[in-house]
T-cell receptor, first 111, second 124 residues
Framework: QSVVTQPPSASGTPGQRVTISCSGSSSNIGSNPVNWYQQLPGTAPKLLIYSNNQRPSGVADRFSGSKSGTSASLAISGLQSEDEADYYC????????????FGTGTKVTVL | QVRLVQSGAELKNPGASVKVTCKASGYTFTGYYLHWVRQAPGQGLEWMAWINPKNGDTNYAQKFRDRVTLTRDTSITTGYMELSRLRSDDTAVYFCARGGYDSLSGHYTVFDYWGQGTLVAISP
């Protein structure tokens, strides 16, 4: 069981804005930057956001990340059908010099 | 271009060991950490361990500390993950991922490139 929790699902119609929350603790999100990964069905995860709010080159600016205290969030604006995927937040945990903890994951459905 | 190519699927008996390879290309192998992450069927992502290819230093999640061994061969830019004493709940897809440096944390935990995954199935 992950110590970082996300809602199991989120949904929206094309063009809508969807927000995914990520709740951790002082030893992980509260102390370290958060990354977000997108996993399309049957594929490897892809880095979406790093260092709380930075987008790698090639990632659409529809995706944005933020962090406050022990929580973080990912926003997808202008939702598109190809955004239907699983999304995971993640952060290093300082308790035992690790582990790197992934959130429980959120399935985004485009209605 | 950066590529991480993993070895093929494995079918193992309980109690056996498996060794998964991750061949890196397109970047300086010793400049980034190599992490291993697994995903059981229908489940989320679980971090297992990292290795620093430059000096061979490793860090294992407590859960895997007595069963996982990470090694690397810098001459062929390849990392290895060996999991021993396999159990049925080790059935999963195992990914290697390149860990880039995060200046905010000081850790090499920006997983910017991933291998395609290796299915390891445990069945008697």
């Amino acid at each position: 069981q992950s110590v970082v929790t996300q809602p199991p699902s989120a949904s929206g119609t094309p063009g809508q804005r969807v927000t995914i929350s990520c709740s951790g603790s002082s030893s992980n999100i509260g102390s370290n930057p958060v990354n977000w990964y997108q996993q399309l069905p049957g594929t490897a995860p892809k880095l979406l956001i790093y260092s709380n709010n930075q987008r790698p080159s090639g990632v659409a600016d529809r995706f944005s990340g933020s962090k406050s205290g022990t929580s973080a969030s990912l926003a997808i604006s202008g939702l598109q059908s190809e955004d239907e995927a699983d999304y995971y937040c993640a952060a290093w945990d300082n308790r035992f010099n690790g582990p790197y903890v992934f959130g429980t994951g959120t399935k985004v459905t485009v209605l | 271009q950066v590529r991480l190519v993993q070895s093929g699927a494995e079918l193992k008996n309980p109690g056996a060991s498996v060794k998964v390879t991750c061949k890196a290309s397109g970047y300086t192998f010793t400049g980034y950490y190599l992490h291993w992450v697994r995903q059981a069927p229908g489940q989320g992502l679980e971090w297992m361990a990292w290795i620093n290819p430059k000096n061979g230093d490793t860090n294992y999640a407590q859960k895997f500390r007595d069963r996982v061994t990470l090694t690397r061969d810098t001459s062929i830019t390849t990392g290895y993950m060996e999991l021993s004493r396999l159990r049925s709940d080790d059935t999963a897809v195992y990914f290697c991922a390149r860990g880039g440096y995060d200046s905010l944390s000081g850790h090499y935990t920006v997983f910017d490139y991933w291998g395609q995954g290796t299915l390891v199935a445990i069945s008697p």
